[in-house]
């Protein structure tokens, strides 16, 4: 099984990402900005920002995932479902949060995301259809438990 958690810049993903692996031991829990400076060391560009980069790295996510063999994954990312449709199948949440909060977020650590680009990417991201985890009031541990109950709620996807 995979479960990918979607969500745009601020809410949450990389934080969250130690707390799920000590809730989902026997999952294999990626994230997707893991990979990026190593990465951008061995391609001599900026990962995030070099568009020429992002199907090589996208491909090297997925090498990763694919390693995981008969592991349960839980991948959190920025791809939407139209840009992994040739993924396996899997179960799909969107991790979000206020923009309000998203802005805070982002400033707080001092990112040099473009703050009103990830506000946009989130708007987009609800548009989907996908249920959500809203992360907006939710310290990090707090976050870690209600995704981990949904992801251990819905199981394995029917073969």
Known sequence: MIVYVLGAPGAGKSALTPYLRTRLPAHLVIDW???MGPAGELSGRDIRSDATTWGSYRDLVRSVVEIGGALDVVLLGVCTPQELSDW???LWVLLDC???ERRRRLRDRDDSHDHESAVDDALSYRSLDL????TTNLDLASTADSLADFIRS???PPA
Do not use: H, K
Not at 131 to 134: A, F, N, Q
């Open 154 to 156: 819905v199981g394995p």
């Open 33 to 35: 900005d893991a990979f």
């Open 98 to 100: 206020s923009d309000d």
């Open 88 to 90: 396996p199948n899997g």
């Open 131 to 134: 249920p959500i985890l809203d």
